[in-house]
């Protein structure tokens, strides 16, 4: 058991995976995803979905097609539900109501709208609503009918990370046989510009490469279905992966750079794998935050070696891919952790050559996937104001 | 069933545009103080509640099993505001670096962590206006999973011009507070607390439509949480007014206690703020319900240390 000082319950029972969706710049479902990532293509183009012609870099991963929804960062997540629910074979009717959640991180929510909206648009009462942040999830709350715990986690870009550990907290007490959880996030001029502004982009996004210079942003949305194993077991589903662990932790050294030495990192990853009953030692592969900042690579890559040891578990990060889908990057990764434990392949890192040296205590697969007989997996999210977000998936 | 945790010391603070009160900050240590006065208002509110109730860091001092959740309704939209419009004016060089860095509603929590040597868990929910019920949930989930001994909660909202004109257009109520924050400590924090209360596990809810059924399932869930009969409990209402919406969810008979404090709307200070004011009393316990214009629902067993 990997030590964590202070006590730590004894695993009750664990939530399952029983259907996973997504809606990321690939396109519209799962398949899509894991097809670009096999095929190593880069969805990151320059920005058409709005003026960004002042806007230096003007590259960013969108989610191709039209956008004819009145509030798209809800349809995304709309969309990814549903995929996730048709995967999981559940009609949501056929639960009861109050034993339904959803759990959402989301770091803009409707910001798109709140662009227009500030700025004196005229705007209908139904796009108003979807501004704040709460919005996207208690619009599909109120889809599917949910009268059961609805929260939104914001913890900047491991908000979708610390959603899915909030949501398996519901199952694992109890409280929920069936919960939605995931991310969403939209593209807007406000958070290119942002992230622009702090000189923290470039024109591609290079994890862990020693020619890195920035993240390159990205939008999209993630859902898993999470369920009560025996709530699964009830209506003959076979889960597609258990959620055993899940813990957040706090830098608490400074606002904008991670902690140098990722202590807050990797605290919340030995604290997931002590909730889990796991020890280091038993993870086979490790979705990492990756996005090919400097700063977050090189805190990251401590963080992973102090954990699991020098080159001691395949790393992989999708940002190079789909770029930073922040508050839906967390649910896109576990997404893919539940691909890779049920196809035993761990795709390469897009965008990555040449492993920085600040960078080379871990394995961080390249070039090609690698088959990787995976038991057991963690995903590890970061963000501003030293968020940091861990979950553990296994096979079931 | 979960045992009940212990509420140890809390503080209720408002403001508003007609009468600013920065005795809130004013009273922090001299340091953080300083940090306070140059940051977003809400990380400054959260620095001067925590102040009220922690001791700051030691030099290098970072607490592992301690941590700090953050609950609100709006978030950092009122710096959005200020970050947006300086960028729909000037265009990508209007940009501020120092205020897009506070456009995350965890930046709160964070700069908390900071200056009290908070490196647990540092979290940040909204469920509406019930985002401080919803935070003492995320908050007890942190402590119950384990490596957890004690958490900050603090539920705060700043509500600015752009705030106050969505509010009208979403037809939420009149009348709250430009900047509102509760807090509380649960569990084991660092330093010496007196224990104030005791608190049971949240259940959390939404209305679900014509005849609020959510409203009664959430507080169902409660009471059972809490091992309790709605006979057990006095029931109490974090805004004024709901007590009728309550009334008619659960069939018209009960009695609903109303808030204290004479605002139409609190926001998700107002959930903290009603588990304060329940511990505060004596005798029976109370079993706080939070509704939110936005369709969400909370609701919690709280009783005071004296009993």
Redesign the interface.
Known sequence: MTH??????APRSHPVVTGTGAVTPYGGGVAALWDGLAAGRSAVRAIRGFAAD???PGRAAEVPGEREDADPAGAFLLAAANEALEDAALDPAAVA??RI?VAVGT?LAG?RI??EW??GAA?A?GR??A????APA?RL??AV????????????CASGT?AIG?GA?WIR?G?CDVVLAGGTDLLC??VV??????RATADEARPFDAARRGLVLGEGAAVLVLESAAHAARRGRGPRAALTG???????????APDRDG??AA?AIR?AL??AGRDATSIGFVSAHGTGTPYNDAMEARALAAVFGAGGVPVNSIKGAIGHTLGAAGAIEAVLCVEVLGRGVVPATIGLESVAPECAAIDVVRGAARPADVAACVSTSS??????AAIVLERP | M?PPLAIRAGVVWTATDAAPDDGLVAALPAAIRARAERIERPGALALGAAGRLLPP?GAGE?R??V??VIG????C?AT??A???R??AQ???G???RL??A?????A???V??AY????????????AA?GL?AL??AR??I??????GMLVAALDVVDA?GRR?LA???WPAGTPSEQVAALVLGDGPGPLPEVGRLG?V??????GVGG??IR??VA?ALAAAGLAAADVRMRVTRRGDAVAVRAALGGAAVVEEPAHEWPLLLAAAGLAGVLEAVAGTGTPALVVDLCP???VAAVVAWSAAR
């Open positions: 964590v000082a202070g006590h730590v319950s002042d806007l230096e109501a109050d959640g770091t910001m709140f662009e500030l700025g705007t009462a108003v609503a501004i704040p942040y709460f208690a709350a109120d009918g949910a009268t059961g715990p609805v929260v939104t986690t914001q913890l900047a610390a909030v907290g007490e409280r001029r406000y510009a942002g992230f622009n502004c702090l899940a813990a957040a932790a706090g830098d608490a050294v400074h606002m904008t202590r807050g605290h604290l002590a909730r963000g501003f104001a030293g968020a940091n | 979960s860091a970072i592992r099993d941590g700090v609100t309704a709006f978030g939209l959005n505001a970050y947006q419009r960028l729909a265009g990508a060089p940009a501020s670096p897009f860095a456009t995350v509603s965890n930046a929590a964070g700069e962590g900071i040597g908070l490196g647990g868990p540092a979290v940040t929910v909204t469920a509406g985002g919803a949930d995320a989930a942190e119950d999973a384990g490596g957890v001994r752009a969505w257009e979403a037809g596990p259940a959390l809810g939404r209305t679900g059924p959510g399932s959430t869930r936005s369709g969400h």
